[in-house]
């Protein structure tokens, strides 16, 4: 089973990198992440955009690290894969400023399989509409004969979600070469602190000091040489705590939604994990987003959001996302959660990138928490018989007809933008905070303090 964990995973690599080209397909990605790489991928098309990824792999490790962390259930176990990749990704169209971004970063995949499952994929089945003979695997996007759909459960092992974090330590090797690039830019610092010391040890003011004695003038630049790299190392150890203190606010989100979103979900149904929950729901809010006919999606129930998402071609998960709050009505459980994300939008003459939070209501009904075992079976269109993919749409693409499919997976009931409202919400903590310690200090010995210090220098 574990090989087949690391194939899907390497697999999903390498689609990734061609998954806006035409025709794509990246068969390691479960069916709801495959169907929003494709929207995506129709989204592009139709913006004539020319989006270029570029994924080098980089680092020690060469296969990455596998299962850096994974969870459990009694039926499912998902876990991180990690591989470390210079990233350059250019978007390009006539009367566009052409975007381009090259960033260093480690890409987490997020793999779900099933635990002592069956492996099925490579079973012959009859297609019950034509006769011909495929395997299972080869059925997951349709008879490739007669072109009818099935629905069946989940081929696992799957990628089910993935993102990228900016990489600040996973290359031993580059250590040097990083130190010494930070050096560089810590340049300006070294050499004032060089010049400060030199003015106020040995009263070296003007370039004419430097003329008269050029051992100094040598021995400064020994000291700044050798000044480099320890600046350097400083420059990156503060660099690398800058880029953690903006990301620790959102894994700590997490961290806490994984405990909060376990208790709650223990009520309906003990065995639920949320990485693969959270992966269902960077997904459904891709579809959404991505989709040009929310209106006959089966897994959005929600108000119109007119043209909110319309300029949008990236959707890019942060790594986090919070649980807010877990309910049942009328034999549903409604999960509430923020999704932090990266979003890219086409402005006509530009690309603009935003970081955003979503909060999104889903709901699942309570009886179809769980599917175990392997099922097959044709999707048919009770008014004119004709087969279609039941994920894409709810309406028959060849009648019509509103074809009303049981739905037992997780359906999208509301989705709107809470970043101005979590950003405001953050402000007045912070701003009550300081007025606290303002009337602290007022209240505290600090002021006479500091104006017997003032008035004996002063
Ligand atoms: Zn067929
Ligand atoms: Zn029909």
Not at 17 to 37: I, N, Q, W
Not at 449 to 454: E, N, V
């Amino acid at each position: 089973m574990s090989e087949n964990r690391e194939k899907a995973a390497a697999d999903f690599r390498e689609e990734i990198k061609h998954a806006f080209e035409p025709g794509a397909k990246v068969m390691s990605a479960d069916r709801e992440l495959r169907y929003c790489l494709e929207l995506q991928r129709n989204r592009i098309s139709k913006r004539n955009l020319k989006y270029t990824e570029e994924m080098v792999h980089k680092g020690p490790f060469p296969d990455g690290l596998k299962n850096v962390r994974s969870w459990r259930d009694d039926h499912y176990e998902a876990s991180w894969t990690v591989d470390y990749i210079d990233h350059n990704t250019t978007i390009e169209r006539e009367g566009l400023k052409t975007y381009t971004h090259s960033e260093r970063q480690a890409i987490y995949e997020t793999l779900v399989d099933v635990r002592d499952g069956e492996d099925v994929s490579g079973d012959d089945y009859c297609c019950p509409n034509c006769g011909a003979v495929s395997t299972i695997a080869e059925l997951q996007e349709g008879c490739r004969h007669c072109g009818t759909s099935f629905k069946m459960s989940e081929l696992y092992p799957k990628v089910a979600n993935y993102f990228y974090v900016y990489d600040v330590s996973g290359r031993a090797e580059n250590m040097w070469l990083t130190v010494l690039k930070y050096g560089v830019y810590a340049l300006p610092v070294n050499i004032l602190m060089c010049l400060y010391v030199l003015y106020t040890s040995y009263d070296m003011k003007t370039p004419m000091d430097y003329l008269l004695h050029p051992d100094m003038f040598i021995r400064m630049l020994l000291v700044i040489g050798i000044m480099l790299p320890i600046f350097g190392y400083f420059a990156w150890i503060f660099d690398a705590f800058r880029i953690a203190a903006s990301t620790t606010p959102v894994l700590f989100e997490t961290a806490n939604a994984r405990k909060k979103f376990a208790s709650k979900m223990s009520m309906f149904c003990p065995e639920f994990i949320f990485e693969s929950f959270a992966a269902r729901m960077v997904s459904l809010l891709k579809i959404v987003a991505f989709s040009d006919n929310r209106a006959d999606l089966p897994s959005y129930a929600g108000k119109d959001l007119g043209n909110a998402f319309d300029n949008v071609v990236d959707i890019s998960f942060l790594g986090a996302m919070s649980c807010k709050s877990v309910r049942e009505k009328n034999g549903i459980v409604y999960v509430t959660g923020d999704v932090y994300v990266k979003t890219a939008r086409d402005m006509g003459d530009r690309i603009k990138i935003k970081n955003e939070i979503y909060r999104i209501k889903a709901g699942r009904k309570r009886e179809a928490m769980f599917d175990t075992g392997f099922s097959i079976s044709k999707i048919q269109c009770p008014s004119c018989g004709a087969s279609f993919d039941a994920l894409k749409t709810s309406k028959c693409p060849f009648c019509g007809s509103d074809c009303n499919l049981e739905n037992n997976d997780w359906v999208v009931y509301d989705v709107r933008n809470v970043g101005l409202e979590i950003l405001i919400k953050r402000l007045l903590i912070a701003l009550v905070i300081i007025v606290f310690l303002c009337i602290g200090i007022a209240n505290s010995d600090l002021p006479e303090l500091f104006g017997s210090i003032m008035s004996r220098y002063g």
